[in-house]
């Protein structure tokens, strides 16, 4: 075996050299390319006629039915936009239930009877496509065999440019269902899931008086991810199979001296993030915010809050920029929950509310504890919650998060919520006496420097432990993890909160028709309700053993493994939930019970295998070659007459390491096989039960392996190697 590395770390840092400084001073820049490569409502209105832009904003902003007879005039114009920007096909732009996106693109020419080459694209190529939906995963909608397929367009989420120089495309959001009409996609379901909010919302504000135009589900997710180069990521199997490593010791230093969370960014990685930035300012995507994370190598970036739905399109269009950009700057983006055994895990924090065009229906405002509106929607939310939390854990359970929830870097499997301490003392108030009343909290914070400035006081702190935390204007649900489609987590939430608003509507209204004022049936409903739910309310820190013995006192559910959260989708009481409010019929839920399970099993299933491979034929190797030359020194050292005491110490270790390795193996291999039956409810508990504990004893000698063996030897790029290499 060569004693050559296959990898070279100073090479991978020098993959990149400074880009000459381009500045432009211009200071249009970000309001002029905002948009430009979207089909939004600047150019909608500028290439329409009247007519059709009125009644398509009435359809965008107001959901009224979609009149087809405008669809011919909306192709055309959208058609020329395309063409004048150098597209030469279009796609209808879907997300199957893989959890990302797909696309099939058709060329705008058409040859016409006298070979001359036309361009085309009218109206009923706009609003439906038919891709072959056949090797979409559909958990039994429809049988392999029966390959028909629907896109329908969604004008609510413009269309956008994709590609570059050499390929432009135009892209058209659209739905994507079965011949039969079940939703096969993540979009449907988060559209029906905005129209029931929607229709119980509406009625319960007028229970208030208020007569409300259209509201909407918003959402603004946190995305964290890796940057990791590339010359690293292309000498790691584990990485370019599974997304993480299932080998590599912990580095001596890591993330400890807190050094890296919001510090100065590395003039690659800003050069990168900021090219990231530009491309999706450039789809429409209202970017904020970027920082450095907790782990060193790891990143964030979060948008402006949107429309629930465009958010979701956006939120896919940021992983595949992340994705395309990063290789530009020689990196990898790696999007897994856990790339890195003990190193921060990513997730995708999604802030979450809901209101009308001109209210958010959880912001408190100055005086919380009179706001009725507020206090009536906020605990609708806390009652959702409680009572579902199988849901919640359940819309965020996948292999990968299974590695972050509960470990000290993301919340446990334990739903609960954080108020913050004004909040809470107006709930504690409503339960003891049925009113609540100011009792201090904001002000002024002073720093005790004069030329600093006095600096208003949040009513109540954050709370970063916690998996649903109110945060001033929203809910914040951080137990998402960064590569999962936010639009399940939304939909349950929208789903779940509608139910809510509806029951407690429905309590309501009879008593205020009877003249009871909506103030005083409020007080009264939430005293009565409050006890109900207030076990789901907890401020402290979630990462504490005493709170995971707490919770399960309190009766809250802690399922610590997506195999046994995944069964809540199907439990019959969220079935008659989702059936209710037409979010999804029993069979497309249970639909989406069999592709998440099954998901869960093959990517265990390719790790097990994964792992064996890399074991048997790059780490055994490296240490019986190590082996072999401990063996060849100890006879040059007896030859010479010295003592053998050290190499022979040495030679035990690693022979014992060989054969703790080779038996690990052969378990490993012996699991990979079996499988654990037939079913794929029973395989994905063969994979957690048996498959994962033996893939992770092949790692605890592999990575015990790593610090014996030579740098030189040694087949994989380190941990030391990929997090500090910029």
């Known amino acids: 075996m060569s004693t050559q590395k296959r990898f070279d770390t100073v090479t991978a840092a020098k993959t990149w050299s400074r880009r000459p400084e381009t500045r432009s001073g211009d200071r249009d820049l970000l309001p002029r390319v905002f948009g430009e490569d979207t089909f939004g409502l600047r150019e909608m209105q500028s290439r329409l006629p009247d007519t059709v832009f009125e009644q398509l904003m009435r359809t965008i902003r107001h959901a009224e039915e979609l009149d087809p007879g405008i669809a011919d005039n909306v192709a055309s114009a959208m058609k020329d936009w395309a063409l004048s920007r150098g597209a030469t096909h279009y796609t209808h732009w879907f997300q199957p239930l893989t959890g990302s996106t797909a696309e099939k693109h058709d060329s705008f020419l058409k040859v016409g009877g006298d070979d001359r080459a036309l361009t085309e694209f009218g109206g009923s190529e706009l609003m439906q496509g038919e891709p072959d939906a056949s090797s979409f995963p559909s958990g039994g909608l429809r049988a392999t065999f029966e390959a028909r397929g629907y896109t329908a367009w969604d004008p609510t989420s413009p269309a956008f440019l994709m590609g570059g120089e050499s390929a432009t495309y135009l892209c058209i959001p659209t739905a994507f269902s079965s011949w039969a009409g079940d939703s096969l996609d993540a979009k449907i379901p988060l559209l029906r899931s905005m129209d029931a909010l929607d229709q119980v919302t509406r009625r319960a504000l007028r229970l208030f008086g208020v007569d409300a135009g259209r509201v909407t589900a918003s959402l603004g997710p946190e995305q964290e991810f890796f940057l990791l180069d590339?010359?690293?990521?292309?000498?790691?199997?584990?990485?370019?199979?599974?997304?993480?490593?299932?080998?590599?010791?912990?580095?001596?230093?890591?993330?400890?001296?807190?050094d890296h969370y919001f510090g100065s960014m590395h003039e690659r990685v800003l050069a990168c993030i900021q090219a990231v930035e530009m491309d999706l300012y450039r789809l429409g995507v209202p970017m904020k915010t970027r920082h450095n994370e907790v782990a060193p190598g790891q990143y964030e970036m979060a948008p402006v809050y949107e429309n629930a739905n465009v958010a979701s399109d956006h939120q896919q269009l940021m992983m595949r920029i992340l994705e395309r950009n990063a290789r530009h700057y020689g990196f990898v983006s790696l999007l897994h929950e856990k790339?890195?055994?003990?190193?921060?895990?990513?997730?995708?924090?999604?802030?979450?509310?809901?209101?009308?065009?001109?209210?958010?229906?959880?912001?408190?405002?100055?005086?919380?504890?009179?706001?009725?509106?507020?206090l009536f929607f906020c605990t609708a939310v806390m009652s959702a919650v409680n009572r579902h939390q199988d849901?919640?854990?359940?819309?965020?359970?996948?292999?990968?998060?299974?590695?972050?929830?509960?470990?000290?870097?993301?919340?446990?499997?334990?739903?609960?919520?954080?108020?913050?301490?004004?909040?809470?003392?107006?709930?504690?108030?409503?339960?003891?006496?049925?009113?609540?009343?100011?009792?201090?909290?904001?002000?002024?914070?002073?720093?005790?420097?004069?030329?600093?400035?006095?600096?208003?006081?949040?009513?109540?702190?954050?709370?970063?432990?916690?998996?649903?935390?109110?945060?001033?204007?929203?809910?914040?649900?951080?137990?998402?993890?960064?590569?999962?489609?936010?639009?399940?987590?939304?939909?349950?939430?929208?789903?779940?909160?509608?139910?809510?608003?509806?029951?407690?509507?429905?309590?309501?209204?009879?008593?205020?028709?009877?003249?009871?004022?909506?103030?005083?049936?409020?007080?009264?409903?939430?005293?009565?309700?409050?006890?109900?739910?207030?076990?789901?309310?907890?401020?402290?820190?979630?990462?504490?053993?005493?709170?995971?013995?707490?919770?399960?006192?309190?009766?809250?559910?802690?399922?610590?493994?997506?195999?046994?959260?995944?069964?809540?989708?199907?439990?019959?009481?969220?079935?008659?939930?989702?059936?209710?409010?037409?979010?999804?019929?029993?069979?497309?839920?249970?639909?989406?019970?069999?592709?998440?399970?099954?998901q869960y099993f093959i990517k265990i299933n390719i790790e097990g295998e994964t792992a064996a491979h890399i074991a048997r034929t790059m780490i055994l190797p490296a240490a019986v070659t190590y082996l072999g030359q401990l063996g060849s020194a100890r006879k040059s050292v007896k030859k010479g007459g010295a003592?053998?005491?050290?190499?022979?110490?040495?030679?035990?270790?690693?022979?014992?390491?060989?054969?703790?390795?080779?038996e690990a193996l052969a378990e490993l291999d012996a699991q990979n096989e079996e499988l654990g039956g037939d079913e794929v409810p029973e395989k994905v508990v063969h994979m957690r039960n048996n498959v994962i504990p033996a893939a992770n004893a092949v790692r605890d000698v592999a990575d015990r392996m790593e610090k014996v063996i030579p740098d030189e030897l040694w087949p994989l790029p380190t941990y030391r190697d990929m997090l500090f290499v910029k």
């Open 391 to 598: 849901l919640l854990l359940a819309s965020v359970s996948t292999a990968g998060n299974d590695h972050r929830l509960g470990a000290n870097e993301a919340p446990p499997s334990i739903i609960s919520i954080f108020l913050g301490s004004q909040l809470e003392d107006i709930f504690e108030q409503l339960e003891a006496s049925g009113r609540a009343e100011r009792r201090g909290g904001e002000g002024l914070l002073g720093l005790g420097v004069d030329v600093l400035p006095n600096l208003p006081r949040h009513s109540g702190d954050r709370n970063r432990t916690s998996p649903f935390a109110f945060t001033g204007n929203k809910f914040e649900f951080r137990a998402v993890g960064s590569s999962a489609s936010i639009s399940l987590p939304a939909t349950v939430l929208n789903t779940i909160v509608a139910e809510a608003i509806d029951d407690w509507t429905q309590l309501l209204e009879p008593i205020v028709a009877s003249g009871t004022s909506i103030e005083d049936a409020l007080w009264k409903l939430l005293s009565n309700e409050i006890p109900d739910f207030k076990r789901i309310v907890f401020s402290g820190d979630n990462y504490s053993d005493e709170w995971v013995e707490e919770a399960a006192r309190r009766g809250l559910l802690n399922t610590g493994s997506t195999v046994d959260a995944l069964p809540a989708l199907v439990a019959d009481k969220n079935k008659e939930l989702f059936d209710k409010y037409d979010v999804m019929s029993p069979r497309e839920l249970e639909a989406r019970h069999e592709v998440l399970t099954e």
């Open 643 to 662: 003592s053998t005491q050290g190499v022979d110490e040495s030679i035990a270790l690693v022979a014992g390491l060989v054969d703790e390795l080779t």
């Open 339 to 374: 790339p890195f055994a003990g190193i921060n895990g990513s997730g995708k924090h999604i802030n979450w509310s809901f209101g009308t065009s001109g209210r958010n229906l959880m912001d408190p405002g100055d005086t919380p504890h009179d706001n009725l509106i507020f």
């Open 230 to 258: 590339r010359e690293f990521y292309y000498r790691r199997p584990d990485l370019m199979t599974s997304g993480r490593t299932l080998f590599g010791a912990k580095p001596p230093r890591g993330q400890e001296l807190d």
